[in-house]
């Protein structure tokens, strides 16, 4: 698993991506993590960006906890503050309820849960699957028809994901073969992963964070989840979508600073 390190000092906090993004997601997060004298580790998920993707390997929701457990364990942290977008936060979900000696602090972006597992993203790659099934067939412009829109309707502003950043995101699904592993992925996030997760044994503090611009999910699943959270709150962002940190960079860095008691350098 591909890991970008931020910093060299104080508590742990990992980060997680969600559905077609990677840990690049967190480069306007990381470094203000360090900045507060925090170390922040931001992991490309099993299969997604530059860690590998052996083709029989599985990469739901349950697989990427254990990898991140074995990532924690590789990376010698006993425990870590874990933050996720979207799948990202289903993953920190299940390795809290799962491993809670492993999860100090939970913040959770935009997380998918409950009943809305796959989200409305990977529902809609799956409609265009079928709406550009000539050219995904041919596997020539690979991800780029499914995705391009999807990435797009991921932030508030236009400006936020501009075509640079799409090709960006899209640069690990390429060609016929990266087109076939995205579609893969969006297979694998199935909600019966979930099921057995007794979201009202994870003690640990939550914080849960919504764009208010998010579509991808119903405007009242963010609430549902804090009502399934013991002692979890949530806080609302406006003039942003799923990606948080591509749409409101400084405003999530201040909320993740301030719910693991840092204080960003001045």
Known sequence: ??????????????????????????????????????????????????????????????????????????????????????????????????????????????????DEIPAGDVKAMSRNTARFAIRVSRGILGAAPLMTALLRASVATPGHMPDQLIARYLAPYVGREGLEHLLMLGRSIDGRDMREVALDRIHQPVLVVRGDDDGWVTPTLAGRIVGALPGARLIRLANAARLVPEDVPGALADLILEFVGAAAAV
Not at 69 to 89: E, F, I, M, N, Q
């Open 1 to 114: 698993m591909h890991v970008e390190r931020y910093g060299h000092g104080g508590a742990p906090v990992v980060l997680l991506h969600g559905f077609g993004t990677c840990a690049f997601l967190w480069r306007n997060i990381g470094p203000e993590i360090a900045l507060a004298n925090r170390t922040a580790f931001a992991v490309d998920l099993f299969g997604y960006g530059e860690s590998d993707r052996p083709f029989d390997a599985p990469f739901g929701i349950a697989a990427q906890s254990d990898y991140v457990d074995h990532a924690l364990t590789a990376l010698r942290l006993s425990k870590a503050t874990l933050v996720g977008v979207d799948v990202g936060g289903a993953v920190a979900m299940h390795l809290a309820a799962t491993r809670p000696d492993r999860v100090d602090r939970l913040i959770l972006v935009n997380p998918i849960g409950l």
